[in-house]
């Protein structure tokens, strides 16, 4: 509450809403208030809230796709409600929803994902929010994936605690973001570095996955305009790459690899190996690669076509030999980092996945 409506000491009383009842349908992360008779649930109600932090409320909630409507307690008193704006299509799937559960799962996430939301609150309006929310939630969920960090045998183990921020700021907020750091950070002997501005451009993790066949010895790449090979005056900027998405906030790395390998090339994974997470760019990027390769069955060699219409998709898929993808190695057509650590990964493990399909 303090997050999203600004301050802490609203009056907020108990109170049961009947006709109604809380599920995980649409931003999962976020429960949704649907119709659902005979339902009601438990909450609170804010007795009659300032009117910055009503604005506020309105803000976030329509940010997430509700709509505010009249509604009438139990006890008999009119309030107002944010409930789901397509409730019809979310009253099916409504069913127990248990607050210590969600917050075991998504307390910490949402909480992050709140506080990015909320600084966007008086410089646009709910609808940018709504663009920005499946990114805010995915790199609040990249944030948690982060917070375990990797071991530290070898490399320095000094924590970031340690890096002294004098500033921050975000010169760009769009789809992504890009931030601009003003820090100090312990050099390896010992003295503090001078101000160093440094600049980062802040992304979501992403799981990759090379589909391949160990029987019939073939992989599937995917090919997509790609905007990177453009601004860098590439003359061809299209890319082979694996099949690859954004993880979903509360998405587990193997969940996404699986959907992304059904929306962009149809295939259905028998399993998956783990071949390496890495940063994609560490100097100046946030982004995250878990990268798998997926055992399945491949069609004939050839191409076809993937992708989403809604997400603007135009992705062709190219089924080839295993010596046809190191051919692209050797030729360097193969010029994506994820495919090429993929194919090397695999040229070693081949043996072993062909002796045991």
Known sequence: MTVIAGRADLEALPATLPGHALNDAGMACFPVLADAPGAEVEGLVLRAPPEAAAARLAFF????GHEMRPVRLADGTAALAFVAAQADTVQAEVGAWSMAAWESRWGALALDASAEAMRYFGRMDAAGLAWRMPMILSRAGSRQAAADGAPANLRSATPASEVSCLARHTPHEGYFLTREYTLRYPGFDGTM?????????????????????????????????????YARGDPRPWMLEPVAGRIDA??????????????????????????AGHYSSPGCSTEYFYLY?????????????????????????HVISFERAMELLTSGEADNGPLVLSLIWLSRERARLRASA
């Open 250 to 275: 509360g998405e587990t790395p193997e969940a996404a690899a699986r959907r992304e390998c059904m929306e962009e090339a149809g295939l259905d994974l028998e399993r998956m190996e783990f071949i």
């Open 61 to 64: 909630a329509e940010g997430l």
């Open 193 to 229: 570095s001078p101000p160093l501005r440094r600049e980062v451009f802040v992304a979501a993790d992403a799981a990759l996955v090379l589909p391949y066949d160990p029987r019939r010895d073939r992989v599937l790449l995917v090919e997509q305009f790609r905007m990177g090979l």
């Open 293 to 317: 390769l997926g055992l399945c069955d491949l069609p004939d060699e050839g191409q076809g076509h993937g992708g989403l219409e809604s997400e603007h998709e135009d992705i062709r898929t």
